[in-house]
């Protein structure tokens, strides 16, 4: 009975022993915002092995000089995630002894620390005791503790992917235990936003934009999403409509389908905006190195849509909403982004050069009689962005000779749009001559000038020369 209890104790041992060396792998969890901010990870003070029993070096054979404790990669010179294909240089981890029982060894004559090294395959020393057996000195038992660290720039010139990634490592003091381990480093799955906001504001001041035969392209500004996994870029509008304030405080809407999501580049495809959410990534966003995703989100509108829709004075407003959503749906990270166009209020009057003088000849009795009338097809040009009327006046109440005044009041002529029946007398007073206009680009008016009867006859009797007035025309917004 006693030889079976001791055999049993034996065994109860050896199970023991194998799990406390499994236990000991060394994990590393990687925070995120290192990753993310490209900046540099330190981790606490970590146990890699246990000394449980000795308290000096292993010396050479012939016992002149201490043997160097070692690292030494049995597994290559990458770390690797076990499912997949993906590695990570062992550079990226640099590693150095903090204590051993609490306490760094004595370095004695010429014993030293050595800096922040990374595993390699050949052996590496993680401690240089003295060369000397009598200078050597020892260390203290207990847990045998590293520091690790990844420099900023390994963060920036490395793709860090979701998942685990292990070195085998063995070294070689047998009463160090673990004698073998792994080393793994944890990077978690993780998609952040580093673009705080995509809020843009488009400010429209100028026809010449409504003249445009192409799409019309609202860039938005750059968006930037840092990644540990493969993800897609989902986006919908927060409502069907798009809300519209008129220069006057009118309230009014647009549909959002007018409005199509692409970008700048083939990173994203492009589509009518909805309120559902809908995939506009191209392909999948993977994991780069530096692990920051970079694309131009661009708003465009056809030319027609945004003459037609978008003319009105007055400020357009909208939300998008961005999800970038792990290709398998697990984690996801939300954004809002808020789009303002403001058009300011925008008018012309043009007067093409062939319409820039109307001339009236008076030679027969029936002119001078019935008067004259004339319609000037397209003189005016306009233009306006609000509700308008447009006026009309001269510059002088009396006709001009020769640049000097006459008696011939302007009120003989009289002014008024085709096919209205307004006809108003010119004069220094602005007069309205169109009423109640809508918002219109580029719109021709057909000008009607006339001389009735009346006014005709009142020039009987007036020396046969050239007499002139100047003409005006304007807009007030209503």
Not at 66 to 84: D, I, K, M, R
Request: glycine share 6%; charged share 15%.
């Amino acid at each position: 009975m006693k030889t079976m209890r001791a055999f049993l104790t034996g065994i109860s041992i050896v199970f023991c022993g194998s799990t406390a060396m499994k236990a000991q792998d060394v994990y590393l969890s990687i925070p995120e915002n290192n990753i993310f901010n490209r900046s540099e990870f330190t981790s606490v003070p970590t146990r890699v092995m246990v000394n449980a029993n000795r308290t000096s070096w292993d010396y050479t054979f012939f016992g002149l000089a201490p043997v160097a404790p070692t690292f030494t990669s049995v597994s290559g010179l990458n770390f690797t995630q076990p499912s997949s294909s993906f590695t990570l240089p062992s550079s990226t981890l640099l590693w150095q002894l903090e204590s051993m029982g609490g306490q760094m060894p004595a370095t004695g004559s010429s014993g030293s620390l050595p800096g922040f090294q990374s595993f390699s395959t050949s052996a590496v020393k993680w401690f240089e005791p003295s060369g000397s057996i009598f200078f050597a000195g020892g260390f203290n038992r207990g847990n045998i503790n590293f520091t690790f660290k990844i420099p900023a720039a390994q963060f920036a010139s490395n793709a860090y992917r979701a998942g685990n990634y292990s070195m085998d490592i063995t070294q070689n003091y047998n009463d160090f235990t673990p004698r073998n381990f792994k080393t793994i480093l944890v990077i978690p799955s993780s998609i952040r936003w580093n673009t705080s906001s995509l809020t843009k504001y488009i400010e429209i001041s100028s026809l010449n934009d409504y003249r445009i035969t192409g799409t019309r392209v609202l860039n938005s500004e750059n968006a930037e999403i840092a990644n540990t996994v493969d993800f897609n870029l989902w986006a919908k509008a927060a409502s069907t409509t798009i809300q519209f304030t008129s220069s006057k405080g009118v309230p009014g809407t647009r549909n959002i389908s007018s409005i199509k999501l692409g970008s700048n580049g083939s990173t994203l495809t492009t589509k009518p905006l909805s309120a559902d959410f809908q995939n506009f990534s191209a392909a999948n966003f993977s994991v780069v190195a530096g692990n920051r995703s970079t694309f131009s989100p661009e708003l465009y509108v056809s030319a027609e849509d945004f003459k037609n829709l978008f003319f009105e004075a007055g400020t357009y407003t909208f939300e998008l909403n961005f999800n970038a959503k792990s290709t398998d749906n697990a984690i996801n990270s939300l954004q809002n982004s808020s789009v303002q166009l403001k058009v300011l209020p925008l008018s012309e009057i043009t007067i093409p050069s062939s319409g820039r003088n109307v001339n009236f000849n008076f030679n027969t009795a029936a002119q001078y009689n019935n008067g004259q009338s004339q319609v000037i097809p397209n003189q005016i040009i306009l233009s306006n962005n609000e509700s308008f009327e447009v006026y009309v006046k001269s510059d002088e109440n009396y006709f001009k000779k020769g640049g000097l005044q006459t008696d011939i009041n302007s009120n003989i002529l009289q002014i008024g749009v085709d096919g209205s029946s307004v006809n108003v007398p010119l004069s220094k007073t602005p007069q309205k001559i169109l009423l109640n206009g809508t918002p219109v680009l580029d719109r021709g008016l057909n000008v009607r000038y006339t001389i009735p009867a009346a006014g005709a006859q009142s020039l009987v009797g007036k020396e046969n020369t050239t007499y002139s007035i100047n003409v005006y025309y304007s807009f007030t917004a209503i």
